[in-house]
């Protein structure tokens, strides 16, 4: 069973600095994995989509790492600012068939202080 | 586009009653997904279709959950009756095809069950 579980759970950071999201899984037999944000109250956008095939993705002052082998991927934030505020959560199909049934981490809670 | 659109944006209702949420997806995409979201047990896929047809159900919870989708552009979630432990969040996403792809999530539907 695909199990996928976010560290830190929360994080608070001064704006300007550069900081890391965890995101790690239990199978890595996976197709591809996304990140997401969810701000206070929204839905949840589309930051990064990374194929199996892949090893990163950048968008602007985003850039997203995936290692299969060790079941692994980060979310790396550049230069913070505080409309960065919001919960990350990464995601992962579910193995098997044409199937896009995603399996969701608990999220990591970032706060960037002005 | 518009994006997703949910209605209602909050709904409060008392144990017992029927709840109807709603979900337009976003025109063109062939798969339509309903997701719950809870502090305890974080973003749950309930059922998902794709092309109008259910694909997999397997989230949904008990028999006084169902969900229908009459036309590639209307879906219905219904809780008959709701009881207390269905508050939640319940969100409609919707993607271009059946996996591989991102998911454009609707801002969703706040639920509480007295």
């Known amino acids: 069973k695909q199990e996928v579980t976010q560290i830190p759970a929360a994080l608070s950071v001064p704006e300007g600095e550069n900081l890391v999201l965890n995101c790690s899984f239990t199978?890595?037999?996976?197709?591809?994995l996304q990140w997401f944000r969810q701000d206070p109250g929204k839905g949840l956008t589309s930051l990064l989509l990374?194929?199996?095939?892949?090893r990163e993705q950048t968008s602007g002052r985003l850039n997203a790492s995936l290692d299969k082998s060790s079941g692994r991927s980060t979310l790396y934030i550049a230069a913070s600012q505080p409309g960065d505020s919001a919960t990350y959560l990464c995601a992962v199909p579910l193995k098997g068939g044409a199937t896009n049934k995603l399996i969701f981490g608990t999220g990591t809670l970032l706060a960037v202080q002005p | 586009d518009a994006g997703v659109i949910q209605s209602p944006r909050h709904e409060v209702t008392e144990m017992g009653q029927e709840v109807t949420l709603r979900c337009k997806p976003i025109?063109?995409?062939?798969?339509l997904f309903w997701y719950r979201q809870t502090m305890m047990r974080g973003l749950e896929l309930l059922i998902y279709f794709n092309n109008n047809v259910p694909i997999d159900d397997s989230g949904m919870p008990e028999d006084r959950f169902s969900a229908k989708m009459p036309n590639a552009s209307f879906s219905t979630l219904k809780i008959q009756p709701s009881e207390p432990r269905d508050s939640a969040v319940y969100f409609c996403?919707?993607?271009?095809?059946?996996?591989?792809?991102?998911?454009?999530f609707g801002p969703g539907t706040r639920l509480l069950v007295l």
């Open positions: 199978d890595s037999a996976i197709y591809n």
């Open positions: 990374i194929q199996s095939s892949q």
């Open positions: 996403a919707s993607s271009p095809g059946t996996y591989q792809e991102t998911q454009y």
């Open positions: 025109s063109g995409h062939n798969s």
